[in-house]
């Protein structure tokens, strides 16, 4: 064999290298959904320019013709890989392997045919060296039926098929994706173009088959549409999962924890345009939403509740992670369900906040009069330390009330005294019910004689202060047995209590409306 450089196969030579490239980084990517068939179209589209490189140097009919052949054990399996990753891109099915083995027995025949054409001429029939154009000198196929009516149908056939899912693509596919397909689309169109101007010998060259070199063109559009910022494979992978109008926010992630898709919904939740975040890794698109992005970015799949803030509104969100498994069980991505909690959290919160008060007066109740005393004691044996006052509270003569008139009436005594409890002493002293008529104020901070005071004018106000039931008014008092942490020289609060029922007993015995202290 011999060759003859021309500078026609320079642009076929960088076709290939081009093409060669990108399938290195196809394959190196193959984890990424679409990349196996994108690579194997690369390797093929390279075959095929670097070897009609080759056909176009030889000299001579039978070395043009032995490297036109070579050039179809890359151009038969083409189609058949574009037609793989068209299909992946779009969301369909693979081809059935019956129907895959059907359409593959096209090129296999057709490579078949064309090494023994000899025998049966239908790849080609007098082919013959074209030199219209010398120094360049150029293959006339001649070719035969086969090639005529099978080779060229198939391959017809199969491009029609590729664009007619992008066509699809386009028409349904929300506008964030038109584009992505639209580029596709033109991928797909323009060796298929190239093609046909091939087979019906367009002029002005009739014999060069521009095809291999719009594979490379077509190549790099095919990149620019499914590889974005980050160079990976880019889809709506989970798009037909989406309801456009669901309240929920739903947010759509590769394998690689990069945004693919939204819906609506979930903009309003963020607050934030996210069409120029698809492509972007979860760490710059939700670098402002610190528990949204800690969630993303370690797989949990359990519920998890973080906030959210909107302006000045705090929200918070349960975030449900499931796994995006295409049609033949492949794990290719995950989808984040964000549903708003905000309600739930608060009736929650409203409900701990009720189990730990009393139903009738909205103190606490005594459960948790006893937790937050033994904090305050803690508090107060701090170095040096610090006075701390505890006083029981019982109203005096609730049992004749309640007989004379109804239970109801004792409840309203009850919450009257809470609530002049609430209007004189401090916020910070702890108010809770012991007992069905005892109350228990602790005073931190306080003397027992600063407590006193403070007691007095409950004493005052609550003995001035009558209720009405029917026709009588009815004046109110209570009995007041009071103790420091120091004076009662004890440990505990039920320590303090014991010494302070004592004071009370004193209160009582002395005919009630008074305060004892020890």
Known sequence: MSFQFTPYVIPLIISGVVLGFLAIYGWRNRIDPGAPAFTGAMISAMGWSLFYALEIAGVGLETKIFWADVQYAFIGPLPLFWLAASLRLTGHKPLQRL???????????????????????????????????APLTLLHADYGYWIK????????FIFGWCVRLYVEAVVVSRATYRTQYILLLVATLLPLTAGQAYILAVPPINNINFTPMMFSISALIFLAAIYRRSFRFIMP???ESLIENMSDGMLVFDLHNRLLDFNPAVVGILDKPLARQLGNPASEAFKEHTGLLQYIEKGEQELVEFPISK??????????RSEVIDRQGNHVGKTLLLHDVTLQ???VE????QSRLDELTWVFNHRTFIEEARQEIVR?????????????????KLGKINESYGYSSGERVLQMLTALCSDILRTEDIIGRLSSNTFAILFPETTTEEACIALERLRQNLAASPLRF??????????????????????TIEGMIRVAEKALVSAKAAGGNCIISI
Not at 149 to 156: E, Q
Not at 350 to 353: D, E, G, I, P, V
Not at 380 to 396: E, K, Q
Request: aromatic letters at 8%; charged letters at 15%; hydrophobic letters at 50%.
């Open 345 to 347: 959290v608060a009736m």
């Open 311 to 320: 302006g000045s509104v705090l929200s918070t969100y349960q975030a449900r």
């Open 350 to 353: 409203q409900l701990k906040a």
């Open 470 to 491: 029917g026709e009588d008014e009815v004046y109110i008092t209570a009995s007041y047995g009071v103790t420091g942490l120091i004076q009662a020289e004890v440990e």
């Open 99 to 133: 129907i895959a083995l059907g359409l593959a027995a096209v090129p296999v025949v057709t490579n078949v045919l064309l090494w023994t054409n000899n025998l049966h001429h239908l790849a080609r029939v007098k082919p013959s060296v074209d030199v219209s154009f």
């Open 237 to 239: 992978l989970a798009r």
């Open 149 to 156: 009516l099978a080779w060229f149908p198939f391959m017809l």
């Open 380 to 396: 107060a044996r701090r170095s040096p330390p610090h006075p701390l006052t505890l006083a029981l509270v019982d109203t005096d």
